[in-house]
């Protein structure tokens, strides 16, 4: 065999191997707490560009995105108000190419903690603890429709950047808390209450596409903005709208103004997020830096 044919393939091997091995894989996470409730920003990184990563927990895959390169990736993942505080692992895949077998697959392990939530007593019309008869058809209808919208996982990411405020008032009734209207027990509070006066507008918090305008029995006039990935952003009680289903709205737009429509005992707004189907504290979210 002449040996001199071999030179030149060398430098071709060379080149390829470093290709076909399995990249290396650094995992973070940074959240203003790991307990229940909370949005958790997780960071990937790895030692070769990738085309796909997705982290697996709490039976949910969450997609995680290329953050200023594709070597770096993020993405949140939630953790539901009922998680069950105790150790979890996160499972963490990525892909060279948008289909086969992950390059790589590595385990991180997530300890979530326990929660005491507040309670709050609420006295409201008798029709919105005991609605009439006559009224059930539309209130299981329209809870039907918001179930099935929550449950959306579009894969696209409309939004860039860190979340804001939709309106500049304080918290007055946080995550979580445990409410009895009308001395009635009733399920936690899935979203958090922002003072507002009537007709504060309220600007879309992330980039999005409407997916629901309308005039909701116990939330009054509500929009449901899909932030795409999964995440539901979901405005309740409001006096006005000013988009439209299929609208893409921008970060910052005035999408309504803040009222006192449906179940409430004084103007303000609601705001309520999922991800994946998970409850989150949207204050958990403007936590996070992306």
Same mark, same amino acid.
């Given at each position: 065999?002449?040996? !001199?044919?071999?030179?030149?393939?060398?430098?071709?091997?060379?080149?390829?191997?470093?290709?076909?091995?399995?990249?290396?894989?650094?995992?973070?996470?940074?959240?203003?707490?790991?307990?229940?409730?909370?949005?958790?920003?997780?960071?990937?990184?790895?030692?070769?560009?990738?085309?796909?990563?997705?982290?697996?927990?709490?039976?949910?895959?969450?997609?995680?995105?290329?953050?200023?390169?594709?070597?770096?990736?993020?993405?949140?993942?939630?953790?539901?108000?009922?998680?069950?505080?105790?150790?979890?692992?996160?499972?963490?895949?990525?892909? !060279?190419?948008?289909?086969?077998?992950?390059?790589?697959?590595?385990?991180?392990?997530?300890?979530?903690?326990?929660? *005491?939530?507040?309670? &709050?007593?609420?006295?409201?019309? &008798?029709?919105?603890?005991?609605?009439?008869?006559?009224?059930?058809?539309?209130?299981?209808?329209?809870?039907?429709?918001?179930?099935?919208?929550?449950?959306?996982?579009?894969?696209?990411?409309?939004?860039?950047?860190?979340?804001?405020?939709?309106?500049?008032?304080?918290?007055?009734?946080?995550?979580?808390?445990?409410?009895?209207?009308?001395?009635?027990?009733?399920?936690?509070?899935?979203?958090?209450?922002? &003072?507002?006066?009537?007709?504060?507008?309220? !600007?879309?918090?992330?980039?999005?596409?409407?997916?629901?305008?309308?005039?909701?029995?116990?939330?009054?006039?509500?929009?449901?903005?899909?932030?795409?990935?999964?995440?539901?952003?979901?405005?309740?009680?409001?006096?006005?709208? !000013?988009?439209?289903?299929?609208?893409?709205?921008?970060?910052?737009?005035?999408?309504?103004?803040?009222?006192?429509?449906?179940?409430?005992?004084?103007?303000?707004?609601?705001?309520?997020?999922?991800?994946?189907?998970?409850?989150? *504290?949207?204050?958990?979210?403007?936590?996070?830096?992306?």
């Amino acid at each position: 065999m002449n040996l !001199k044919m071999l030179f030149p393939i060398i430098p071709w091997v060379l080149l390829i191997t470093p290709l076909l091995s399995a990249p290396s894989l650094e995992i973070s996470h940074k959240a203003r707490s790991v307990s229940q409730g909370e949005a958790v920003l997780l960071s990937v990184a790895s030692d070769i560009p990738l085309d796909q990563v997705t982290a697996t927990v709490f039976g949910k895959e969450f997609r995680l995105f290329p953050s200023g390169n594709d070597r770096l990736w993020k993405g949140m993942i939630a953790i539901d108000l009922a998680c069950k505080p105790g150790a979890y692992n996160v499972r963490v895949k990525a892909w !060279k190419g948008n289909s086969g077998p992950p390059a790589a697959e590595k385990t991180y392990p997530l300890k979530v903690a326990g929660k *005491d939530f507040a309670e &709050r007593r609420l006295k409201v019309d &008798r029709k919105y603890v005991s609605p009439p008869q006559e009224e059930m058809e539309r209130i299981n209808r329209e809870a039907a429709v918001t179930k099935e919208l929550f449950t959306l996982n579009t894969p696209r990411k409309y939004w860039t950047g860190d979340f804001i405020k939709p309106v500049p008032g304080g918290v007055t009734s946080p995550f979580g808390r445990k409410n009895f209207v009308n001395d009635q027990p009733r399920s936690p509070h899935s979203g958090i209450d922002l &003072r507002g006066a009537v007709g504060t507008p309220v !600007k879309n918090p992330a980039a999005g596409k409407v997916i629901l305008t309308e005039e909701l029995y116990f939330a009054g006039n509500t929009i449901m903005i899909d932030h795409g990935y999964g995440m539901i952003s979901y405005f309740c009680h409001l006096s006005a709208i !000013k988009v439209k289903a299929g609208d893409l709205v921008t970060q910052g737009e005035v999408i309504g103004l803040v009222g006192s429509t449906g179940r409430v005992t004084g103007p303000h707004l609601h705001w309520t997020v999922k991800l994946l189907g998970q409850r989150i *504290d949207p204050m958990s979210i403007l936590a996070l830096n992306f």
